[in-house]
């Protein structure tokens, strides 16, 4: 089987597959060719991998002679005529918000996978993309918080007296969230963390964070873990709690999102403009909308003197440990679909495999994607 791995678009600076992830595949018998450049970006030679047994090729004729396309973010629309029906794909395709290259991918009858959709179980956890992306986002939020807040995040005992720790306010325990917190503790801030999940309030305490409940949630079942919308009679008093705690705080973090919908406002423009000066916040759901009512995704802004930073993309500052961490996600889950002959071989009885395929013979197969487009 040919395996391509396509260079990303100008704006990250990640791959989906590194060098030494290259070596890994061929011991599975297949063969992989590389988009000329594909690493620059990400600190990879096209020599580095022709060491490691790729053969490098223009964009082009990766399309055209791989049978396996791999890559993180998806291509566009424009690109879809240069594939082949019955071609193979894995990537972050984010199905709930590109519903016009799903229906291409199903029309063109191309079997993709969509990495995002790994099920959260215990043997999913070395292929879950998210949540390897997510510590990296939870770790930089913090460090690009510290860098524009005009403040120590620690507590300071000098000569001219004490300085106060930061406080810090963080909207979603996820993996973003909980790699937030820690950080935030390793620097000496004071935590804070909301979550409408109150089975992750031990994972917050353990890390030294304070979690402030809102009782009367919604627990959503066959959610995989992930947060559920909940009443409107919920969001009012949650947002009264947050309103009051953003005030007392010195950076917000905001990681809540729901899988496919548009990321929940939890910070309202009230909020911002009776912020204290120089506050920041930290908008990880900003691709989805934001959790910040003023959020601008991929934009630095200034507000009423606090500064909102709307980034989604962390993980592509961070490009080679992004780039092997999430090659490595790859790696195991290709494990599940090539046989011990380097072949393609879907097994749909395995609940990985099928959670994680999108399209499949002209149809849209995944359960979760059917039920929004």
Same mark, same amino acid.
């Not at 030679?45 to 990766?62: F, K, L, N, P, Q």
């Not at 002679?65 to 972050?92: C, H, T, W, Y």
């Not at 999913?124 to 403040?151: C, E, N, W």
């Given at each position: ?15 989906? @597959? ?91 009858? @191309? ?49 001219? &007296? ?16 909980? #790699? ?44 995989? &873990? ?9 969001k009012k008093r949650q947002g009264e709690l947050i309103h009051r705690h953003s005030l007392a705080a010195d950076v917000v973090i905001c990681t809540a999102q729901i899988p496919g919908k548009k990321?929940?406002?939890? @910070? ?33 802004? #200034?507000? +009423? ?10 993980? *592509? ?5 992004? *780039?092997?961490?999430?090659?490595? +996600?790859?790696? +195991? ?11 393609l071989e879907l097994n749909f009885e395995d609940e990985i495999v099928k959670g994680t395929c999108l399209t499949h013979k002209g149809k849209i197969v995944n359960e979760r994607v059917k039920s929004v487009i």
């Amino acid at each position: 089987m040919e395996l391509g791995i396509l260079k990303e678009p100008g704006y990250e600076n990640r791959v989906a @597959i590194m060098a030494e992830v290259v070596k890994a595949l061929t011991a599975l018998k297949v063969n992989v060719g590389v988009e000329k450049g594909a690493g620059e970006r990400s600190m990879v030679s096209d020599s580095e991998y022709r060491e490691a047994g790729a053969s490098i090729a223009a964009r082009e004729e990766i399309f055209k002679k791989s049978d396996m396309l791999i890559m993180i973010n998806p291509f566009g629309q424009s690109e879809l005529k240069l594939l082949s029906r019955e071609k193979v794909i894995v990537a972050i395709l984010n199905p709930f918000f590109n519903k016009e290259l799903v229906a291409g991918l199903a029309e063109n009858e @191309i079997t993709s996978f969509s990495m995002e959709l790994i099920p959260r179980i215990t043997r999913a956890q070395a292929m879950d993309t998210l949540s390897s992306m997510a510590t990296i986002a939870g770790y930089k939020a913090v460090l690009d918080a510290a860098f524009h807040l005009p403040r120590f995040f620690p507590m300071f005992m000098s000569a001219v &007296g004490t300085i106060k720790p930061a406080k810090v306010l963080i909207l979603g325990a996820g993996v973003a969230g909980l #790699q937030a917190i820690a950080i935030s503790r390793k620097l000496g801030a004071v935590v804070e963390v909301f979550d409408v999940r109150a089975a992750v309030k031990e994972e917050v305490e353990s890390l030294g964070g304070r979690f402030i409940e809102v009782e009367g949630v919604t627990v959503g079942k066959n959610t995989g &873990g992930y947060a559920v919308d909940q009443t409107q009679d919920f969001k009012k008093r949650q947002g009264e709690l947050i309103h009051r705690h953003s005030l007392a705080a010195d950076v917000v973090i905001c990681t809540a999102q729901i899988p496919g919908k548009k990321a929940p406002i939890l @910070i309202h423009k009230e909020t911002v403009e009776n912020m204290k000066a120089g506050s920041v916040i930290v908008d990880l759901a900003a691709s989805t909308g934001g959790n910040c009512q003023i959020t601008q995704n991929n934009e630095v802004i #200034q507000y +009423n003197k606090v500064t909102i930073i709307g980034k989604s993309n962390y993980p *592509s500052d961070m490009p080679n440990v992004a *780039s092997n961490m999430f090659g490595k +996600n790859i790696l +195991n889950f290709l494990k599940l679909i090539i046989d011990e002959e380097g072949n393609l071989e879907l097994n749909f009885e395995d609940e990985i495999v099928k959670g994680t395929c999108l399209t499949h013979k002209g149809k849209i197969v995944n359960e979760r994607v059917k039920s929004v487009i």
